[in-house]
């Protein structure tokens, strides 16, 4: 039995897939990754993402990764502030919504069917803790749910389920390529070089307003005063006990245990998943040194996601030439009577 030619990329070649791995701010990797593809001339037939690679892979395949790239490229401390929307006494640190509206804005009322491929994003079902793959409905519901990291942000419900980062249960979600009938997979892991420093420079100053000198003897009295009193806000201080102060020298915040944590279980499952479903090609950018939380930190992120994949383009061309050449060669042989 010959494959099935209408199961065939664009160029009679098999399926590829491409598996963008979770890894909160460090997920920017993953749109210079996929720029080096596109300059390459390389279209994935299937995306998968978990967490932040749900983002980026929606985003591409909606046609808005220049618009994230931007988005992303933009983003300073002060803009990072604005997209924090603490709530007290709910089910996560923080809503998610103001963030959500920057999703809605861009992609709308975007369905995943309508995309010109195939695309899932991995979440975990609260109750249940299996893994739940996100194919259909609404694309922002799905990737919020696939980013809603436990303490965090809030659960989202889908479809009568509360879901949860989908980080916890596949970080790099080659299985899910193969399921949606991939014969070649793309793996981009950032947690390749997992276990950079855990503490101050995965902590982000928020006492200044990105470089502003507040003791500035020459600034005006009153503008003095509304930053001290900004700075004493209970959200300003919740966030600064969550996110750290990079100025203080003293140990990691709260929010760097949590990141520290899910670095060590995404880098666990992810050892293990990939050691029984490898992908074809493994992408892991060298960016442990950068904090999962330092957002602010895009171009020299994406840079590095450009090189590594850059790197791995000769190998990808390789391996599809010998995945193309494989229909006419794979054949089972007929049945005689």
Not at 267 to 284: E, N, Y
Not at 320 to 334: R, T
Request: aromatic share 6%; with cysteine.
């Amino acid at each position: 039995m010959r494959l099935d030619p209408d199961s065939l990329g664009p160029n009679k070649t098999p399926p590829l897939g491409l598996a963008l791995g979770g890894g909160v701010a460090r997920g920017w990797a993953h749109i210079g990754a996929i720029r080096a593809l596109i300059e390459a001339g390389i279209k994935p037939d299937i995306i998968s993402g978990t967490s932040i690679g749900a983002v980026v892979g929606a985003a591409y395949l909606a046609g808005k990764l220049d618009v994230l790239e931007n988005w992303a490229r933009a983003l300073n401390k002060r803009r990072m502030m604005s997209y924090m929307d603490v709530r007290w006494g709910g089910s996560g640190f923080m809503r998610g919504e103001r963030l959500a509206r920057v999703l809605r804005h861009y992609l709308g009322d975007m369905h995943i069917e309508d995309l010109d491929r195939k695309f899932t994003a991995v979440a975990c079902d609260l109750r249940t803790g299996y893994e739940v793959w996100l194919q259909r409905g609404p694309i922002v519901p799905a990737v919020r749910a696939s980013y809603a990291l436990p303490g965090a942000f809030e659960p989202i419900k889908v479809d009568g389920r509360y879901m949860i980062d989908g980080a916890l249960v596949n970080p790099v979600p080659v299985s899910a390529c193969r399921a949606l009938g991939a014969h070649m997979v793309i793996a981009v892991s950032l947690n390749g070089d997992a276990f950079g420093p855990i503490g101050s420079s995965h902590e982000m100053n928020f006492d200044d307003d990105d470089g502003e000198d507040s003791d500035d003897d020459s600034a005006d009295p009153f503008e003095l005063a509304s930053r001290s009193l900004n700075k004493l806000r209970p959200d300003r201080l919740l966030i600064k006990s969550m996110m750290g102060d990079a100025a203080t020298g003293k140990g990691p915040k709260i929010g760097s245990v949590m990141m520290g944590t899910l670095n060590i279980v995404m880098d666990r499952i992810s050892r293990s998943r990939l050691a029984g479903d490898p992908p074809d090609v493994f992408v892991a950018p060298r960016i442990g040194h950068i904090g999962m939380l330092e957002f602010t930190k895009a171009e020299e992120l994406i840079e590095r996601g450009y090189r590594a994949m850059q790197h791995e383009i000769p190998l990808i061309k390789s391996v599809m030439d010998v995945l193309g050449q494989m229909p006419s060669a794979v054949q089972e042989p007929e049945e005689t009577t």
